[in-house]
């Protein structure tokens, strides 16, 4: 059964939660029986794709609706959302699993406070998400030839969390084509998780 929805954009339970919630079950266990040792890992249809996570009571399924294909960087980014989900969870409820599986009654009421939880994870991945798309935008910054000593000092300082990009700016306008190339590239390849986590992506047409 369904035990939680957390939905990013429509906060409403919708009437076709619990079927589509069965279904998902019923074909995570369908390939398990075909002998796939942890069921579904993914599933893609037009632009839905779902993401399977299991664990040793639940499975979490990210569901994600985009218009392009996710660029690489963006998988372990989305599995490491997905297995976070499952491990929380079950660590937060542990007992009421365990009841729940030997009286086969569980109350989605019960893991109502799994919410906060959420959005605490949510945010955490944003500001690392933020840190990636940043340090994404300077590492082909330089493999564009971009000099390093312009590089470099921007990155040490994203890894502490600082918000870096304005500063290239300061960088010769020598370098303006391949720093716009590299943030045209790095917004496109992995738009939908930028749009996920809300991160403020930077314009090539800024830097004119």
Same mark, same amino acid.
């Given at each position: 059964? @369904?035990?939680?929805?957390?939905? @990013? ?17 019923? @074909? ?68 009421? @699993? ?29 500001? +690392?998400?933020? +840190? ?23 990155? +040490? ?52």
């Amino acid at each position: 059964m @369904l035990l939680h929805k957390f939905d @990013l954009v429509h906060m409403d339970q919708l009437s076709h939660d619990q079927l589509m919630s069965g279904f998902l079950s019923a @074909l995570n266990s369908f390939a398990a029986d075909l002998g796939f040792p942890e069921g579904v890992g993914l599933i893609r249809s037009g632009t839905m794709e779902c993401r399977f996570s299991p664990g040793k009571f639940i499975f979490s399924a990210l569901i994600i609706d985009y218009s392009m294909p996710l660029g690489l960087n963006s998988e372990g980014i989305l599995s490491g959302l997905a297995n976070d989900v499952t491990q929380l969870f079950e660590e937060q409820f542990s007992q009421q @699993l365990l009841d729940g599986e030997v009286s086969h009654v569980y109350r989605s009421s019960d893991f109502s406070s799994f919410r906060s939880v959420l959005n605490d994870l949510i945010d955490r991945y944003g500001r +690392e998400t933020f +840190e990636l798309y940043q340090k994404l935008i300077l590492i082909e910054s330089m493999y564009a030839k971009v000099p390093q000593k312009w590089i470099i000092p921007l990155i +040490e300082r994203a890894q502490k969390g600082k918000s870096v990009l304005d500063e290239l700016r300061m960088i010769p306008k020598a370098y303006l084509p391949q720093l716009k190339k590299v943030i045209r590239k790095i917004n496109y390849e992995s738009a939908p998780v930028w749009n996920l986590f809300a991160i403020t992506q930077f314009a090539a047409e800024d830097f004119d």
